[in-house]
């Protein structure tokens, strides 16, 4: 569904958009993504309206059966990327799960500035946006996904939370359409 309208009180959620998983092959061009959500960022400080920048620097400790990272991460692995941030004012949510929800002052910061609705992008799709995603609209947000800012390392995940997950927890759209509707 076309994003419709955007509260008074919203928020831009930037998730992962940091050196070390920008630097991962992804399945649309991460440049892109970055120019997109760098745009969308300058658009809500231009309106005093709060931006986040998320970055992972861990994982949570169960067991999977993905394999372990082995070595350990470049020193500026968790580095928001430059083009994005961070800027004056902006709220840097550092992460240790998939969603920027768990285990972070995310809600806490959100709620004393007044926040009712996220925009989120970043990657990837279908693990970080698609996890924080859900986690706003459970905590009640209004959530729009901004397409063209998102981007994921599979196809076919990117692809999933897109066409079936996102419209079921808020609306999506393009980076232009969102920043219209800042006015």
């Known amino acids: 569904m076309s994003a419709t309208t955007l509260d ?15 630097a991962l092959p992804t399945v649309h ?10 745009t969308l960022a300058d658009a809500f400080r231009a309106k005093g ?17 993905a394999p372990a990272r082995s070595g350990q991460p470049a020193a500026d692995w968790a580095e928001i990327v430059p083009e994005l941030g961070p800027r004056e004012g ?4 550092t992460k240790q ?23 989120v992008a970043g990657v990837a799709t279908s693990i970080g946006v698609e996890s924080t995603a859900r986690s706003a609209y459970e905590y009640g947000y209004h959530v729009t996904i901004a397409t063209d800012a998102v981007t994921d390392m ?18 999506t759209d393009t980076t232009d359409a969102i920043i219209k509707l800042l006015g």
Do not use: C, M
Not at 98 to 119: E, I, K, N
């Open 90 to 93: 902006d709220i840097v949510v």
């Open 97 to 119: 799960q998939w969603g920027a929800f768990y285990g972070t002052d995310l809600d806490l910061q959100l709620r004393r500035r007044g926040v009712t609705q996220v925009v």
């Open 8 to 22: 008074p009180k919203t928020a831009l959620v930037v998730v992962d958009l940091q050196k070390g998983i920008t």
């Open 154 to 171: 599979s196809a076919e995940a990117h692809d999933n939370s897109v066409e079936r997950i996102f419209p079921r927890l808020g609306e």
């Open 49 to 65: 309206l709060p931006v986040v920048l998320v970055r992972v620097t861990g994982g949570a400790p169960g067991r999977t059966e």
């Open 29 to 38: 061009p991460i440049a892109d993504v970055i120019a997109h959500a760098t």
